[in-house]
């Protein structure tokens, strides 16, 4: 019952959070295009935000010693070390971006409301991560990237 309750916890954060998106007009291809030319800023604050509630969190988790339910463990972020195939990962981010003219982080909540257009998108997504995924592979000879 515990991973049912969860699943439905989850799904709830994820449709507010889909919600909150929509309001501040991040599913607005006008307004994310408006964004990258420097026309409206309006979403620019609406990203520092979200990236100040982040950190503040962050922090309070690791002052805390907030611990992680299923391993009671103190959650702690582990920095990753660069990888080459990173740098192939965010063209293929940036140019899909610029294809598409959407962020690529609000389609689902774009296809919640009803713009179909972003299922092309999430394919996009899919594509992208795959293609990435075996250069990636090619770059370093290795399955997991490292």
Do not use: Y
């Not at 195939?85 to 981010?93: I, S």
């Amino acid at each position: 019952m515990t991973g049912t309750r969860n699943n439905l916890t989850f799904l709830l954060f994820g449709i507010g959070f889909g919600f909150l998106l929509s309001r501040a007009g991040a599913t607005s291809p006008a307004l994310i295009s408006d964004l990258l030319l420097f026309d409206d800023l309006h979403l620019l604050w609406v990203i520092t935000s979200a990236v100040a509630v982040g950190a503040l969190l962050s922090w309070l988790a690791w002052r805390l010693k907030w611990c992680a339910r299923n391993t009671r463990q103190p959650i702690s972020i582990r920095h990753k070390p660069f990888k080459r195939g990173l740098v192939v990962g965010a063209v293929l981010f940036g140019i899909g971006w610029a294809v598409t003219g959407v962020c690529p982080g609000t389609a689902l909540a774009m296809l919640g409301e009803g713009k179909w257009f972003a299922a092309w998108v999430g394919a996009g997504i899919v594509l992208g991560a795959g293609l990435g995924s075996a250069i990636n592979r090619r770059l370093t000879g290795s399955a997991d990237g490292s």
